[in-house]
């Protein structure tokens, strides 16, 4: 059943990256909306699930939250050595394609939990299975739309996008098929959720957002940032 159900974000996430591949007229608005729907997924999704999972402070501190630091911290670090490594080769000042293709890694990192969190939601039940999966293939959308997105703007070719975003499709039944071999941690998910919200949200707030406003400093820009950011907290109260 858990396998089934994830074919629907199979789905979704490939509707999400084809709306971003139909709309290259309107670059701005695209990356506008996609950073507010990144913004939305972690401040309204990962952050709460990753608190409610892995709560227990480390020297006084949430251990979900250290690991949202150390996740926006990674994403930082690894952005500016590829850029030096990049700026040492002649290419100061240009995108490097890489941090797009680990950016979209890391959302299939993602995708494939959010398989986990299906698998071991019907594990403790069809009820609470059925909930996490509408969370799962509602913001999947958003999932497939960034996948493409991030891997674009850093100027990776078009064919490299598309194959971020079959595997982003993938990932979530690879996820929810593996739970049938094993039981992940509660701990040990809520801890990876801290980490990837941090660096997803390094990602739209230095990347994407400044991006988007670049060359068109718009209020329909801003407009669909918020847009974007609405959407998941309807995905989000939904699912509740």
């Given at each position: ?19 971003a591949q139909r709309v290259t007229d309107r670059r701005h608005l695209v990356l506008g909306l996609a950073g507010g729907l990144m913004l939305g997924v972690v401040g309204l999704d990962l952050l709460p699930e990753a608190m409610d999972a892995a709560g227990r402070e480390v020297w006084g501190v949430p251990q979900a939250m250290l690991l949202f630091v150390g ?170």
């Amino acid at each position: 059943m858990a396998v089934f159900v994830a074919l629907g974000a199979f789905l979704m996430t490939l509707v999400g990256g084809w709306t971003a591949q139909r709309v290259t007229d309107r670059r701005h608005l695209v990356l506008g909306l996609a950073g507010g729907l990144m913004l939305g997924v972690v401040g309204l999704d990962l952050l709460p699930e990753a608190m409610d999972a892995a709560g227990r402070e480390v020297w006084g501190v949430p251990q979900a939250m250290l690991l949202f630091v150390g996740g926006f911290l990674t994403a930082h670090l690894l952005e500016r050595l590829l850029a030096l490594r990049q700026a040492a080769h002649g290419a100061d000042g240009e995108r490097v394609p890489q941090v797009g293709l680990g950016a979209a890694s890391a959302m299939v990192g993602h995708s494939l939990m959010d398989g986990i969190a299906i698998g071991a939601a019907f594990q403790a039940g069809s009820a609470m299975g059925l909930t996490v999966a509408l969370a799962v293939i509602t913001h999947d959308f958003a999932d497939g739309f960034n996948t493409y997105t991030i891997t674009r703007l850093y100027g990776n070719a078009r064919r490299k996008a598309v194959a971020m975003l079959f595997a982003d499709a993938a990932a979530p039944v690879v996820g929810a098929a593996s739970t049938l071999l094993f039981t992940l941690p509660e701990e040990l998910l809520g801890s990876y959720l801290g980490f990837f919200g941090g660096a997803l949200l390094y990602l739209a707030a230095a990347e994407i957002l400044p991006e988007a406003h670049h060359d068109h400093p718009a209020k329909s820009t801003v407009l669909c940032t918020i847009a974007g950011v609405g959407f998941i907290w309807l995905v989000v109260g939904a699912a509740e």
